[in-house]
Nanobody, 116 residues
Framework: QVQLVESGGGLVQAGGSLRLSCAAS???????????MGWFRQAPGEERTFVAA???????QYADNVKGRFTISRDNAKNAVYLQMNSLKPEDAAVYYC???????WGQGTQVTVSS
Protein backbone atom coordinates (compact mmCIF):
# COMPACT_ATOMS: atom_id res chain seq x y z
CA GLN A 1 0.00 0.00 0.00
CA VAL A 2 1.33 3.41 -0.96
CA GLN A 3 2.00 5.88 1.83
CA LEU A 4 2.83 9.57 1.45
CA VAL A 5 4.67 11.71 3.96
CA GLU A 6 4.90 15.49 3.55
CA SER A 7 7.48 17.79 5.06
CA GLY A 8 8.69 21.35 4.73
CA GLY A 9 5.75 23.31 6.07
CA GLY A 10 6.17 26.08 8.58
CA LEU A 11 5.80 29.75 9.33
CA VAL A 12 7.01 32.32 6.82
CA GLN A 13 6.51 36.03 6.31
CA ALA A 14 4.54 37.29 3.35
CA GLY A 15 6.83 37.45 0.33
CA GLY A 16 8.93 34.58 1.59
CA SER A 17 9.47 31.07 0.27
CA LEU A 18 8.97 27.49 1.38
CA ARG A 19 9.67 24.16 -0.28
CA LEU A 20 7.37 21.27 0.44
CA SER A 21 8.46 17.69 -0.07
CA CYS A 22 6.43 14.51 -0.32
CA ALA A 23 7.96 11.07 -0.23
CA ALA A 24 6.08 7.97 -1.30
CA SER A 25 6.77 4.52 0.07
CA UNK A 26 5.33 1.12 -0.63
CA UNK A 27 5.56 1.36 -4.37
CA UNK A 28 8.39 0.58 -6.80
CA UNK A 29 10.00 3.46 -8.65
CA UNK A 30 8.84 1.99 -11.96
CA UNK A 31 5.22 2.35 -10.90
CA UNK A 32 5.84 5.73 -9.32
CA UNK A 33 7.04 7.11 -12.62
CA UNK A 34 3.66 6.35 -14.24
CA UNK A 35 1.53 8.06 -11.59
CA UNK A 36 0.43 11.65 -11.32
CA MET A 37 1.56 13.41 -8.18
CA GLY A 38 0.46 16.75 -6.86
CA TRP A 39 -0.77 19.02 -4.12
CA PHE A 40 -4.07 20.26 -2.75
CA ARG A 41 -4.58 22.66 0.14
CA GLN A 42 -7.27 23.33 2.68
CA ALA A 43 -7.70 26.45 4.78
CA PRO A 44 -9.86 26.41 7.94
CA GLY A 45 -13.55 26.34 7.09
CA GLU A 46 -12.89 25.90 3.39
CA GLU A 47 -12.92 23.01 0.94
CA ARG A 48 -9.77 21.27 -0.18
CA THR A 49 -8.67 22.85 -3.45
CA PHE A 50 -6.25 21.93 -6.19
CA VAL A 51 -2.83 23.59 -6.19
CA ALA A 52 -0.59 21.80 -8.68
CA ALA A 53 0.05 18.45 -10.31
CA UNK A 54 2.73 16.80 -12.40
CA UNK A 55 2.10 13.86 -14.69
CA UNK A 56 4.36 10.94 -15.45
CA UNK A 57 5.57 12.72 -18.60
CA UNK A 58 6.47 15.91 -16.72
CA UNK A 59 3.40 17.83 -17.83
CA UNK A 60 2.38 20.26 -15.10
CA GLN A 61 -0.83 22.01 -14.12
CA TYR A 62 -1.34 24.85 -11.66
CA ALA A 63 -4.25 26.61 -10.06
CA ASP A 64 -4.60 30.12 -11.46
CA ASN A 65 -3.87 31.74 -8.12
CA VAL A 66 -0.43 30.12 -7.79
CA LYS A 67 0.80 30.32 -11.40
CA GLY A 68 4.11 32.11 -11.64
CA ARG A 69 4.78 31.73 -7.91
CA PHE A 70 4.73 27.97 -7.29
CA THR A 71 6.73 25.31 -9.10
CA ILE A 72 6.07 21.59 -8.90
CA SER A 73 8.73 19.00 -9.66
CA ARG A 74 9.30 15.30 -9.12
CA ASP A 75 12.07 12.78 -8.71
CA ASN A 76 10.84 9.38 -9.80
CA ALA A 77 13.97 7.62 -8.59
CA LYS A 78 13.21 8.92 -5.11
CA ASN A 79 9.44 8.45 -5.39
CA ALA A 80 9.09 12.11 -4.44
CA VAL A 81 7.33 15.30 -5.46
CA TYR A 82 8.21 18.85 -4.46
CA LEU A 83 6.44 22.20 -4.35
CA GLN A 84 8.57 25.32 -4.39
CA MET A 85 6.45 28.21 -3.15
CA ASN A 86 7.72 31.74 -3.70
CA SER A 87 6.20 35.16 -3.06
CA LEU A 88 3.89 33.65 -0.47
CA LYS A 89 0.76 35.54 0.48
CA PRO A 90 -1.38 35.29 3.64
CA GLU A 91 -4.09 33.66 1.53
CA ASP A 92 -1.69 30.78 0.76
CA ALA A 93 -1.86 29.70 4.40
CA ALA A 94 -3.41 26.24 4.64
CA VAL A 95 -2.73 22.61 5.26
CA TYR A 96 -1.08 21.26 2.14
CA TYR A 97 -1.81 17.69 1.13
CA CYS A 98 0.26 15.63 -1.24
CA UNK A 99 -1.51 13.08 -3.40
CA UNK A 100 -0.75 10.47 -6.00
CA UNK A 101 -2.99 8.72 -8.49
CA UNK A 102 -3.43 5.90 -9.35
CA UNK A 103 -4.30 4.64 -6.86
CA UNK A 104 -5.62 7.83 -5.27
CA UNK A 105 -3.67 8.26 -2.05
CA TRP A 106 -3.31 11.25 0.29
CA GLY A 107 -0.66 12.31 2.71
CA GLN A 108 -1.41 13.50 6.22
CA GLY A 109 -0.81 17.16 5.39
CA THR A 110 1.69 19.80 6.37
CA GLN A 111 0.79 23.23 7.75
CA VAL A 112 1.86 26.39 5.96
CA THR A 113 1.38 29.66 7.83
CA VAL A 114 2.05 33.03 6.21
CA SER A 115 2.25 36.12 8.39
CA SER A 116 1.44 39.53 6.97
Amino acid sequence: QVQLVESGGGLVQAGGSLRLSCAASGRPSSRASSATMGWFRQAPGEERTFVAAIRWDGNTQYADNVKGRFTISRDNAKNAVYLQMNSLKPEDAAVYYCYTNPPITWGQGTQVTVSS
